[in-house]
């Protein structure tokens, strides 16, 4: 599925689009990141060195905190470490942009990320333009789901003064516009009779009418349904009908970030603990750079105690394998290996079984390995050596100062 926000298609065809030895981007923050991190590494570096393709891992030198790493500076007497949040958040914010903006000018198509303060990664998304894309099955009815990460409330900035702090949002034609003509390429790529219509779940009403007069003059030039509804009304349909087929929702953060869970669990798409998703930023100099997510944060409770679950970040790993490093057949390759452990009942805690992230990641390996068919000939091209996995850990650029976190060089 493309995640190509101007020009040609970026992902439709991996064999055909992946370059002979693409760098991927990845970004750590704090909590059980590096954990994570360790795991997509590992497993990124397996798939690779068995389908015989090499990549090259480009790690952010910064390690950007999480909610829960701020925290006690919040709780500090009389508010004293608030301006330290901010300036802390703000200096997170402005690094990850700048590195993302780095990587697309050198060419990089994916970044895996790890879960970072949100604070921080929604600055980043609004000044990107992103947008967070997923498709799901409600009972044969297919949806597009494009979540509005650019504007809105979710975004903007704080003023604080003496118990008060004020929040200045926006939203904008231009960005509504973008956002409207991104969903609707997006979907004529994912379905070749295009879309039937796009349903727009936003606080509307609270906008004295602008949203919708913007919406309907873009309808009436593109020729396309699209319907404005409180979130609300939205979760009535949703519940009391069958969503029509082809249908596009394009949603405000401040409800598809609930929501979004929500759809996965009710349509088949599994709990948010298994599930990564794609962030696709609508800036021209960033555009056609696709971020990978899990879905679940950044976990601060379960960090150094080896008990994260990992299936989500196996299935970036896989995503990101066959749509950008050429892997042919990994992300099946991944599905059936993981219905194989659930199976034999191997599964974290969190899912009722008593592995540790260690042991579930060295049982998916093994599984891979024993069900795997023979790699296909490699296309790289001629006298360009292929790397073996060893090769593949040590293009890891680890951040200033540091080493490989435990198990990221196996």
């Given at each position: 599925?493309?995640?190509?926000?101007?020009?040609?298609?970026?992902?439709?065809?991996?064999?055909?689009?992946?370059?002979?030895?693409?760098?991927?981007?990845?970004?750590?923050?704090?909590?059980?990141?590096?954990?994570?991190?360790?795991?997509?590494?590992?497993?990124?570096?397996?798939?690779?060195?068995?389908?015989?393709?090499?990549?090259?891992?480009?790690?952010?030198?910064?390690?950007?905190?999480?909610?829960?790493?701020?925290?006690?500076?919040?709780?500090?007497?009389?508010?004293?470490?608030?301006?330290?949040?901010?300036?802390?958040?703000?200096?997170?914010?402005?690094?990850?942009?700048?590195?993302?903006?780095?990587?697309?000018?050198?060419?990089?198509?994916?970044?895996?990320?790890?879960?970072?303060?949100?604070?921080?990664?929604?600055?980043?998304?609004?000044?990107?333009?992103?947008?967070?894309?997923?498709?799901?099955?409600?009972?044969?009815?297919?949806?597009?789901?494009?979540?509005?990460e650019a504007q809105g409330f979710y975004t903007g900035g704080n003023t604080h003064t003496p118990g008060h702090v004020s929040r200045t949002t926006e939203f904008s034609r231009e960005i509504t516009e973008q956002l409207l003509a991104y969903a609707l390429r997006r979907a004529r790529e994912e379905w070749p009779e295009g879309p039937a219509r796009i349903v727009?779940?936003?606080?509307?009403?609270?906008?004295?009418?602008?949203?919708?007069?913007?919406?309907?003059?873009?309808?009436?030039?593109?020729?396309?349904?699209?319907?404005?509804?409180?979130?609300?009304?939205?979760?009535?349909?949703?519940?009391?009908?069958?969503?029509?087929?082809?249908?596009?929702?394009?949603?405000?953060?401040?409800?598809?970030?609930?929501?979004?869970?929500?759809?996965?669990?009710?349509?088949?798409?599994?709990?948010?603990?298994?599930?990564?998703?794609?962030?696709?930023?609508?800036?021209?100099?960033?555009?056609?750079?696709?971020?990978?997510?899990?879905?679940?944060?950044?976990?601060?409770?379960?960090?150094?105690?080896?008990?994260?679950?990992?299936?989500?970040?196996?299935?970036?790993?896989?995503?990101?394998?066959?749509?950008?490093?050429?892997?042919?057949?990994?992300?099946?390759?991944?599905?059936?290996?993981?219905?194989?452990?659930?199976?034999?009942?191997?599964?974290?805690?969190?899912?009722?079984?008593?592995?540790?992230?260690?042991?579930?990641?060295?049982?998916?390996?093994?599984?891979?390995?024993?069900?795997?068919?023979?790699?296909?000939?490699?296309?790289?091209?001629?006298?360009?050596?292929?790397?073996?996995?060893?090769?593949?850990?040590?293009?890891?650029?680890?951040?200033?100062?540091?080493?490989?976190?435990?198990?990221?060089?196996?």
């Open positions: 599925m493309s995640e190509q926000t101007a020009g040609p298609t970026a992902d439709t065809d991996p064999a055909r689009t992946a370059d002979p030895a693409p760098t991927v981007g990845l970004a750590v923050g704090r909590g059980t990141g590096e954990e994570v991190a360790a795991v997509f590494t590992r497993v990124l570096g397996h798939l690779a060195a068995h389908h015989e393709r090499p990549f090259t891992l480009v790690r952010s030198p910064r390690v950007y905190h999480s909610y829960v790493s701020l925290r006690p500076l919040a709780i500090e007497l009389g508010g004293a470490g608030v301006p330290e949040i901010r300036r802390l958040s703000a200096e997170d914010a402005g690094h990850y942009e700048e590195w993302l903006r780095a990587r697309a000018a050198a060419g990089t198509r994916v970044v895996f990320r790890t879960a970072i303060n949100a604070q921080s990664l929604y600055l980043v998304r609004q000044r990107l333009r992103a947008v967070k894309v997923d498709t799901l099955d409600a009972d044969g009815a297919r949806l597009l789901l494009v979540r509005d727009m779940a936003y606080k509307f009403h609270l906008l004295d009418g602008a949203l919708d007069a913007w919406v309907r003059e873009f309808a009436a030039r593109e020729g396309i349904e699209v319907g404005v509804f409180q979130p609300d009304t939205v979760n009535r349909n949703l519940v009391a009908h069958r969503p029509e087929d082809r249908t596009v929702l394009l949603a405000g953060n401040e409800w598809a970030d609930i929501m979004h869970l929500v759809l996965l669990d009710r349509y088949g798409s599994g709990r948010q603990e298994d599930h990564c998703t794609r962030n696709v930023h609508l800036d021209p100099d960033v555009a056609g750079l696709v971020e990978y997510q899990t879905v679940h944060g950044s976990a601060d409770d379960l960090e150094g105690r080896d008990l994260l679950n990992p299936v989500a970040t196996l299935r970036a790993a896989a995503a990101i394998a066959e749509r950008y490093v050429g892997c042919t057949g990994a992300e099946a390759a991944t599905e059936a290996a993981l219905a194989r452990l659930g199976d034999a009942g191997v599964r974290t805690p969190d899912q009722g079984g008593k592995h540790t992230t260690t042991g579930v990641v060295d049982a998916f390996i093994e599984e891979l390995g024993a069900h795997a068919p023979l790699p296909a000939k490699s296309s790289a091209p001629a006298g360009e050596p292929v790397p073996a996995t060893a090769s593949l850990a040590q293009a890891v650029v680890p951040a200033p100062g540091q080493g490989l976190a435990p198990g990221l060089a196996r």
